[in-house]
């Protein structure tokens, strides 16, 4: 009689371990978000933010990482200022720099003053751009070449996305240059 309660315990024990078991659905999950994530509607509402609608704004005064802050603002006033006190933080540059100034030059600049400075780049002499400078016709410093190149003249546009701070100070040296010989 022993020997068939322990095979009905048996049993009973190897049906309810089985019957609480589902291979698509475990029972027990030790990191339920991994299993289950949660998905958004996209362009929908979203209680993420404080106003449930748009994304918050970056706290005041802040600024991107790896900006340089100029201060000298986008005004014919702000150009004055930069011409007469900008300065290249640089400093004398070597061979290596004015070799690099001078590609920076010819890649973003000559186009239209020629790689010569001298106003007759490509696009002048195709009629698409006329009124381009000579750099030896204009009283220009770094500072005002740094300044135009930072926030574009007339229809020179800004090349502050395409050049960093420091390539922008190398291609004004380089003006500066050009505009001596």
């Not at 209680?47 to 449930?52: D, I, P, Q």
């Not at 070597?94 to 490509?122: N, V």
Request: charged letters at 20%; one cysteine or more; a positive charge.
């Amino acid at each position: 009689m022993k020997r068939v309660y322990k095979i009905a315990l048996l049993a009973a024990i190897t049906v309810l371990g089985s019957s609480c078991h589902n291979d698509k659905k475990p029972n027990y999950q030790y990191m339920p978000n991994m299993y289950e994530a949660v998905s958004y509607e996209t362009y929908s509402e979203s209680n993420a933010f404080k106003n449930g609608k748009e994304g918050q704004l970056p706290a005041p005064g802040s600024i991107n990482r790896g900006f340089e802050v100029y201060d000298y603002p986008n005004t014919t006033a702000g150009y004055d200022a930069a011409k007469a006190n900008s300065k290249s933080p640089i400093g004398t540059l070597s061979d290596a720099d004015m070799e690099k100034a001078k590609g920076l030059f010819e890649i973003y600049c000559a186009i239209c003053h020629g790689t010569a400075g001298d106003g007759k780049g490509k696009l002048v002499k195709q009629e698409k751009f006329l009124g381009v400078p000579s750099y030896k016709d204009r009283v220009i410093t770094e500072g005002s070449v740094f300044h135009v190149e930072t926030y574009g003249l007339n229809a020179m546009g800004s090349h502050a996305n395409q050049l960093s701070s420091h390539e922008r100070w190398l291609v004004a040296a380089y003006v500066i240059k050009l505009k001596g010989e």
